[in-house]
């Protein structure tokens, strides 16, 4: 039995997770639902190798006041993003989330802030090497810094920066997605 298969539990709490926030985000039920629909795949969708579209998890890293996050400019991508990455097996995307923050981040002391899923975005990844094009299906969780923001650029990114958070929501060039998380953050924390 595949470790994120409904039956191993693992699964079962992705799926209320998925719940949870289609009942807390009203308007976006159909990706929850796109989600909900891989996760019942029966090929795992845990794994990259799983062409057709697979689980990934990334941290939208908020700084310990709650006004910035910690955003890599990627280096395959050549885009400012959250950190994150691939579940590799791991049915447990919130414990993904924060481990590809430390890695690729450096930053002592993160946390998740509620493991709640905080966004949801599937996004196109054009084809690389020899590897073709496919769907992330990428859950997304709170990490918060503690005091030390103090940030290591991995070999995965050019540069690391603190943004404000609300700048960023304002911000045309900036990608949808970051602008979505950031308008959901200043809403949900009462600084907008």
């Known amino acids: 039995m595949r470790q994120g298969s409904m039956e191993s539990g693992h699964g079962v709490g992705l799926a209320g997770a998925l719940a949870d926030y289609a009942r807390r985000w009203p308007r976006e039920q159909d990706i929850a639902r796109d989600f ?38 990627h280096r395959k991508l050549d885009r400012w993003l959250q950190p994150g990455g691939h579940a590799d ?37 054009p084809e690389r090497d020899d590897v073709p094009g496919h769907w992330h299906y990428d859950a ?6 503690g005091s030390d923001e103090r940030f290591t650029v991995s070999g995965e990114s050019n540069d690391q ?9 304002a911000d045309p060039a900036c990608d949808e997605s970051m602008r979505r998380m950031a308008g959901k953050w200043l809403a949900a924390s009462g600084l907008l």
């Open 89 to 125: 097996g791991d049915a447990d995307l919130a414990r993904v989330a924060l481990r590809e923050a430390e890695e690729e981040t450096g930053v002592l002391g993160l946390r998740l802030e509620d493991g709640a899923i905080f966004d949801l975005d599937r996004h196109w990844i």
């Open 36 to 73: 909900l629909a891989l996760l019942a795949d029966p090929r795992d969708p845990f794994v990259r190798e799983r062409l057709a579209g697979h689980f990934t998890g990334s941290a939208w890293v908020v700084s310990a006041d709650g006004r910035r996050t910690l955003l890599t400019h």
């Open 161 to 169: 920066a603190w943004r404000g958070i609300a700048a960023l929501a």
């Open 140 to 145: 997304r969780y709170v990490v918060r810094a």
